[in-house]
């Protein structure tokens, strides 16, 4: 092969002016060096005593009766006996809170569903961590804390309706869906930062929204009380499986699906196996995470399917001075075999990381249609080093966003540039490999802070075809070897304030985008688009103006509710949810009501 070293000011003129640029190393330095992950972590529960079937101890499967005392009751037998398996057979149990208990294993067998009431007043409020931070929560549907061998198990489907936990964008969702809300009861207004009618569980929801954020943001809720968060109940959304502070979990075989807002929360616990899982929100979901490992260690996820109104597969340590305090990084993980079918990013991690993220391996993985790809996301003010990161034979295809991003500027407007500090986020130490892409908004964006660039990035035989071609901003020994990025647009490499770049076999081409030609389709005639559910209809002027006037209503629960009633809420949406995708598809929805625009995680 031909080599020729050039000055990079020169390479970063002919990535603008040539549409095809096949080049060498132009500086030296050091290949990446990733720490080996650690060996999985293994199950030591067995669970190999006595079968405890709640059947025996009362529950019911009809999908109306209230199981919550049954099935405590057949884990207090369980755990009275030293241990066993909690068996679920075929129905659906609605019930209340469950707590997993140690040396348990909670097996729901092939046709059992756990249904749980989305009654708010089920869940207590209750101190937790949530995007990184202290603060009140509902507490979440399936949970344990400092419980040790635990195991959820089985084909059965866990399913927390949450439905009737999250707000809801007419616009995201299709017309047999928003009908059933209608009917379901809650309350519909404007939501004037998104200019979007928006369907609320409550009044209480619409009218807390703003003050919520007033609340968490000028006062740190670790200083707020219980009291000061009641008022806003009914938006404090749980995660549908909260496990804390747990040692040896196996999560294997079981669907969970329809949280109330993440739907796996694996928080400060320890060797963890997760495989054979799958994981289902509709891609309106807002906070719709798929899993989230945040401060963790010795953890293997394999052989699973998400799909998520959020981060699919995130990893997260704490945000700010409160996950620098905790100091508790996630470590030495392993994520293999999964596919990601909806999600804001198929393999995340941040924007919490201020605990640090390390010793990471992810391979052979499908993402299909997200939003972006692999994405690394943190923000001045965040701290933290993300670093020793290893991923390996990456399929994607339809990404809505980059393929592969870097960014130190997820969700902030912030272009001050700040002394080093315990604030400054590190992200360092990446290889990445055996990458495929074909179709994204963006192929490579690599985006530092002019104080701290982002560092040892190594792209080894990545083939991407996208919009955009690659950008690199603020960052420092990065390699790209055996690169072919096809791009529409020109420069297909745009590079500023880059240091030790290394480029060997490396083709970037790019070309004008094909000429259009005007639309000629009158607006207020169009058909509305067809396809998957969750895509948008094209309004007409009137109908825009209409929604953007529309006064608020509430609408009356049909479902007996509140403290008067002994009867749980089953809320009456179909089960199969609009913006689920099956494994057969592999075309996204067009839904972007929920885009990140709309949270900070």
């Given at each position: 092969?031909?080599?020729?070293?050039?000055?990079?000011?020169?390479?970063?003129?002919?990535?603008?002016?040539?549409?095809?640029?096949?080049?060498?190393?132009?500086?030296?330095?050091?290949?990446?060096?990733?720490?080996?992950?650690?060996?999985?972590?293994?199950?030591?529960?067995?669970?190999?005593?006595?079968?405890?079937?709640?059947?025996?101890?009362?529950?019911?499967?009809?999908?109306?009766t209230d199981n919550t005392d049954a099935i405590r009751k057949t884990f207090d037998a369980a755990v009275a006996a030293g241990g066993g398996r909690v068996?679920?057979?075929?129905?659906?149990?609605?019930?209340?809170?469950?707590?997993?208990?140690?040396?348990?294993?909670?097996?729901?067998?092939?046709?059992?569903?756990?249904?749980?009431?989305?009654?708010?007043?089920?869940?207590?409020?209750?101190?937790?961590?949530?995007?990184?931070?202290?603060?009140?929560?509902h507490q979440s549907p399936l949970w344990a804390d400092n419980a040790h061998d635990i195991a959820v198990t089985g084909p059965g489907i866990i399913d927390g309706q949450g439905d009737g936990w999250r707000t809801v964008e007419q616009t995201s969702v299709p017309k047999d869906y928003w009908d059933q809300l209608m009917h379901a009861g809650g309350y519909v207004a404007l939501n004037k930062k998104r200019k979007a009618v928006t369907w609320y569980?409550?009044?209480?929801?619409?009218?807390?929204?703003?003050?919520?954020?007033?609340?968490?943001?000028?006062?740190?809720?670790?200083?707020?009380?219980?009291?000061?968060?009641?008022?806003?109940?009914d938006l404090l959304r749980p995660s549908l499986v909260l496990l804390s502070n747990c040692k040896n979990i196996l999560l294997d075989g079981p669907t969970f699906q329809n949280s109330p807002n993440w739907n796996l929360h694996l928080l400060l616990s320890d060797n963890i196996i997760v495989r054979n899982v799958t994981?289902?929100?509709?891609?309106?979901?807002?906070?719709?995470?798929?899993?989230?490992?945040?401060?963790?260690?010795?953890?293997?996820?394999?052989?699973?399917?998400?799909?998520?109104?959020?981060?699919?597969?995130?990893?997260?340590?704490?945000?700010?001075?409160?996950?620098?305090?905790r100091n508790r990084p996630t470590e030495?993980?392993?994520?293999?075999?999964?596919?990601?079918?909806?999600?804001?990013?198929?393999?995340v991690i941040g924007s919490e990381m201020s605990g640090g993220v390390r010793n990471v391996a992810v391979s052979n993985c499908v993402f299909i249609g997200t939003n972006a790809g692999l994405r690394f996301k943190s923000q001045r003010g965040r701290g933290g080093t993300v670093e020793n990161i290893k991923i390996d034979n990456i399929s994607m295809s339809d990404i809505q966003g980059a393929a592969i991003i870097f960014d130190m500027y997820y969700m902030s407007e912030n272009s001050k540039v700040e002394p080093l500090s315990e604030r400054t986020p590190r992200f360092q130490g990446f290889s990445v490999k055996n990458v495929s892409c074909d179709g994204a908004k963006e192929g490579i964006l690599i985006r530092g802070l002019p104080e701290l660039a982002i560092a040892d990035i190594s792209l080894d035989k990545v083939r991407i075809t996208a919009d955009k071609g690659i950008t690199l901003t603020d960052a420092?020994?990065?390699?790209?070897?055996?690169?072919?990025?096809?791009?529409?647009?020109?420069?297909?490499?745009?590079?500023?304030?880059?240091?030790?770049?290394?480029?060997?076999?490396?083709?970037?081409?790019?070309?004008?985008?094909?000429?259009?030609?005007?639309?000629?389709?009158?607006?207020?005639?169009?058909?509305?688009?067809?396809?998957?559910?969750?895509?948008?209809?094209?309004?007409?002027?009137?109908?825009?103006?209409?929604?953007?006037?529309?006064?608020?209503?509430?609408?009356?629960?049909?479902?007996?509710?509140?403290?008067?009633?002994n009867t749980l809420q089953v809320f009456h949406i179909s089960t199969t949810q609009p913006g689920f995708r099956s494994p057969a598809s592999t075309q996204p929805t067009d839904d972007t009501a929920n885009a990140d625009s709309t949270k900070q995680n």
């Open positions: 092969m031909r080599t020729k070293k050039m000055p990079l000011r020169r390479i970063c003129l002919l990535a603008v002016s040539c549409p095809l640029l096949v080049m060498a190393a132009c500086a030296t330095h050091h290949p990446v060096e990733v720490a080996r992950v650690t060996a999985p972590p293994t199950f030591a529960g067995a669970f190999v005593g006595k079968t405890f079937n709640v059947v025996d101890y009362g529950a019911v499967g009809d999908g109306t068996l679920v057979p075929s129905g659906t149990y609605l019930t209340r809170g469950i707590e997993l208990r140690s040396s348990t294993d909670f097996h729901l067998a092939e046709g059992a569903t756990i249904l749980f009431s989305h009654r708010f007043s089920d869940y207590p409020l209750i101190a937790a961590n949530w995007e990184g931070k202290d603060t009140y929560v569980p409550s009044k209480a929801a619409h009218d807390g929204e703003d003050a919520l954020t007033a609340l968490r943001s000028s006062t740190r809720p670790t200083k707020a009380t219980l009291q000061d968060f009641i008022p806003y109940a994981i289902m929100n509709p891609s309106f979901a807002h906070n719709g995470d798929g899993i989230d490992i945040d401060s963790c260690r010795n953890v293997t996820m394999t052989d699973s399917t998400v799909h998520a109104g959020d981060d699919g597969i995130c990893m997260k340590s704490g945000a700010d001075a409160e996950g620098r305090a030495n993980v392993t994520i293999s075999n999964c596919i990601v079918y909806w999600a804001h990013g198929g393999v420092k020994d990065i390699s790209l070897k055996d690169v072919s990025l096809k791009s529409t647009t020109r420069p297909a490499m745009d590079v500023t304030n880059v240091s030790n770049l290394t480029m060997e076999n490396v083709e970037v081409e790019g070309a004008p985008p094909p000429a259009t030609k005007p639309s000629t389709t009158n607006p207020s005639t169009a058909k509305p688009w067809s396809g998957k559910h969750g895509k948008k209809k094209m309004k007409s002027a009137e109908e825009s103006e209409e929604a953007t006037t529309q006064p608020a209503v509430e609408i009356p629960v049909t479902q007996p509710s509140g403290e008067d009633s």
